[in-house]
Structures are given as structure tokens and as C-alpha cells.
């Protein structure tokens, strides 16, 4: 397993955007799927999107055309670019790895929350 630590979470408005970090241990990042989640007070976590080991990303329809997901295998970095942001995007941000495609995801991190005011 590695371990992921999430950042560049915080509050902003609608329409503002953030990207989100998400930083791992280890020496074989790179052939991790690398995948971001997101879990609304109240609500079940839920996905919002995927990369794979080469390069393929994928998205949940509620976020697609607004946000990007990439990596960077030197830094053992995958990033979360979110633009356009909306109120309903506001929830806490999880990062998670699976080392099998398909497979679950077995390495989560801790969190980071984005708030986007009405």
C-alpha cells in the first residue's frame, strides 16, 4: 500500500476554481490507478474521477468538462484541477490508489475539504 496525503483544499465562490494535490509514498506510483472521491455532509462518498497508469482519465458526468485529473510520476503527485466550480462541489476530497485495473481502491488519504459559497 502507499500513502497518500491530500492538499490544496479551502473556501472559495462560485465559479472560483482550486486544484487539489495528492502526494505518494513509495517507488511504484507510477503504476497506480490514482483515483479522487468526494463524500458531501449526509451524502455517501461517491466518484469524481480517474487516471490510470497511462495517462487515461475518466469522470463522473457531474463534473465532467469542469474538471481534470493528472499525475506527475517524478513528484508522485496526482493533481485535481477543478474549474467552474459549483455549491454542490462542496464536500471533503479523497484521494485513493489501486494497484489493479480493474480492482478496488485500497490506499485512501485523509482529506481535504472544499467549501464553494453560494
Known amino acids: 500500500q502507499v500513502q497518500l496525503v491530500e492538499s490544496g483544499g479551502g473556501l472559495v465562490q462560485a465559479g472560483a476554481s482550486l486544484r487539489l494535490s495528492c502526494v505518494a509514498s513509495?517507488?511504484?506510483?507510477?503504476?497506480?490507478?490514482m483515483g479522487w472521491f468526494r463524500q458531501a455532509p449526509g451524502k455517501e462518498r461517491e466518484f469524481v474521477a480517474v487516471i490510470t497508469w497511462w495517462n487515461s482519465g475518466s469522470y463522473a458526468e457531474s463534473v465532467k468538462g469542469r474538471f481534470t485529473i493528472s499525475r506527475d510520476n517524478v513528484k508522485n503527485t496526482v493533481y485535481l484541477q477543478m474549474n467552474s466550480l459549483k455549491f454542490e462541489d462542496t464536500a471533503v476530497y479523497y484521494c485513493a490508489a489501486s494497484n489493479s485495473d480493474p480492482g478496488p481502491f485500497t490506499s485512501w488519504g485523509q482529506g481535504t475539504q472544499v467549501t464553494v459559497s453560494s
Open positions: 513509495g517507488r511504484t506510483f507510477s503504476s497506480y490507478r
